[in-house]
């Protein structure tokens, strides 16, 4: 397969800080865990080729840039355009032990949609191997419009 038939995508996470997204990003890309809490300082950008299936046809190959970035209020302010700006998909995390991340993502939504337009969202629950600390029951999750 020649780099023409490879594709770009990128795909950006957003939530607030300390919520798992440099984790997922971690696991997904080097299958790889650390516990230990390291913050985000700006923006951090990972690649991974992967192949996508495609019903009836051959697999596709994607290069697929994930962008990580912190999660503290002013950045969304500061970099936001750039960051989200020809995104093809967004990873909300939430952390299921600290319900105010899951309406935090709601000005995420907010922010992201009048940059990236209709995109696809995927929201990701964390947290939930965390025996000692109370989890979102499952009433209090809401539809995303």
């Not at 995508?9 to 299958?31: P, T």
């Not at 596709?60 to 500061?78: A, H, I, P, S, Y």
């Not at 989890?135 to 209090?140: E, K, R, S």
Request: charged share 20%.
């Amino acid at each position: 397969m020649g780099d023409l038939d490879v594709m770009k995508a990128k795909l950006c996470l957003a939530g607030a800080s300390a919520v798992g997204k440099s984790s997922l990003i971690r696991r997904y890309v080097v299958n790889e865990f650390d516990d230990h809490y390291t913050a985000t300082v700006g923006t951090r950008v990972s690649k991974k080729q992967v192949s996508v299936p495609v019903k009836g046809e051959e697999p596709v190959m994607v290069n697929l840039m994930v962008w990580d970035t912190m999660g503290q209020m002013g950045f969304r302010e500061l970099l936001q355009e750039q960051y989200f700006q020809g995104a093809q998909g967004i990873l909300a995390v939430a952390d299921m032990t600290r319900p105010e991340t899951l309406d935090d993502l709601y000005v995420w939504f907010d922010q992201i949609h009048p940059i990236s337009g209709p995109i696809p969202l995927v929201l990701a629950a964390t947290m939930s191997d965390v025996p000692q600390e109370p989890i979102l029951p499952v009433a209090y999750y809401r539809t995303i419009d």
